[in-house]
């Protein structure tokens, strides 16, 4: 069973910075890529960003671009999400997410069968 913790959310004012890690019960190299996704309240859970373990490439939403960075450490089995120069709108619950099967989009919610259960971010003006 594949389980995924998230932690290293909390408050911060705009402009700031924090980095997310997600712990895997399981080496991540053998899940076939890894996401990052949140949702804020009333929202939809939006993309933002993840990494496919046959590429170095990592894909990042459109809102984040410049500004988030995905990093994974295999040995530790952990991926991070790097945030810098935080909005009052990336305010949201951030999930983790696996892939153990081929994935041809990574921002397709559905494309992933394991998620953590999320880690608060909120960034005040």
């Known amino acids: 069973q594949v389980q995924l913790v998230e932690s290293g959310g909390g408050l911060v004012q705009a402009g700031g910075s924090l980095r997310l890690s997600c712990g895997s019960s399981v080496p991540t190299f053998s899940m076939y890529a890894m996401g990052w996704f949140r949702q804020a309240p009333g929202k939809e859970r939006e993309f933002v960003g993840g990494?496919?373990?046959?590429?170095?490439?990592?894909y990042y939403g459109e809102s984040v671009k410049g500004r988030f960075t995905i990093a994974i450490d295999n040995t530790k089995n952990t991926v991070y999400l790097q945030m810098n120069g935080l909005k009052p709108e990336d305010t949201a619950v951030y999930y983790c997410?696996?892939?153990?099967?081929?994935?041809?989009?990574?921002?397709?919610?559905?494309?992933?069968?394991?998620w953590g259960p999320g880690t608060q971010v909120t960034v005040s003006a």
């Open positions: 990494i496919r373990r046959t590429s170095s490439n990592m």
């Open positions: 997410a696996a892939a153990a099967g081929r994935v041809d989009q990574l921002s397709r919610l559905s494309a992933y069968a394991y």
